[in-house]
Every structure is written in structure tokens, then in C-alpha cells.
């Protein structure tokens, strides 16, 4: 009879930990995204730094400031 019970706790701790594991996976994900932003910290168009204050601002900028306007207004340039 009580086994029933036991059943059901072993059944609600394992999509517990199935939750937790999803969790940390997307935490992970996360951090990987703001570290590879931050260590490259360069423009992907003309290399130079993207800057502190952009970066802070906008951590998944990409391009500084110059070619983001540029990059902005199309290809028909
Ligand atoms: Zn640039």
C-alpha cells in the first residue's frame, strides 16, 4: 500500500532533477554567450574595439559604433 507513495515521490525527484538539469543547461548557454562577447570586444568589420560603454550597454554588440550605423542602412550603400 505504501509502496504506491514511494512510486510517486521517486517519479516527482526525478523531474525534479530533470527541471534542474534544463536549468543549468540554459545558465550555461548564458554565460558561454557574455563571455564570448566580452573576450572579443572588437568589431567584427573593421577590428578595431567596440568599447567599454557599448559593450556594457549592448554586451552582444558586435560591430562599434561607426559600421553598426552603416551596417544599419543596408547593403545599398
Ligand atoms: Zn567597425
Same mark, same amino acid.
Given at each position: 500500500?505504501?509502496?504506491?507513495?514511494?512510486?510517486?515521490?521517486?517519479?516527482?525527484?526525478?523531474?525534479?532533477? &530533470? !527541471? &534542474?538539469?534544463?536549468? #543549468?543547461?540554459?545558465?550555461?548557454?548564458?554565460?558561454?554567450?557574455?563571455s !564570448?562577447?566580452? &573576450? #572579443?570586444?572588437?568589431c !567584427?568589420?573593421?577590428?578595431?574595439?567596440?568599447?567599454? #560603454?557599448?559593450?556594457? &550597454?549592448?554586451?552582444?554588440? !558586435?560591430?562599434?559604433?561607426?559600421?553598426?550605423? /552603416?551596417? #544599419?542602412? /543596408?547593403?545599398?550603400?
Open positions: 500500500m505504501s509502496r504506491g507513495f514511494r512510486d510517486a515521490d521517486e517519479t516527482q525527484a526525478m523531474s525534479d532533477q &530533470a !527541471v &534542474a538539469d534544463q536549468i #543549468e543547461r540554459i545558465l550555461d548557454r548564458g554565460r558561454d554567450d557574455i !564570448v562577447a566580452s &573576450a #572579443e570586444g572588437r !567584427v568589420d573593421c577590428g578595431d574595439e567596440i568599447g567599454q #560603454e557599448r559593450l556594457m &550597454a549592448l554586451p552582444s554588440a !558586435v560591430r562599434c559604433v561607426r559600421c553598426q550605423a /552603416g551596417w #544599419e542602412k /543596408g547593403p545599398g550603400r
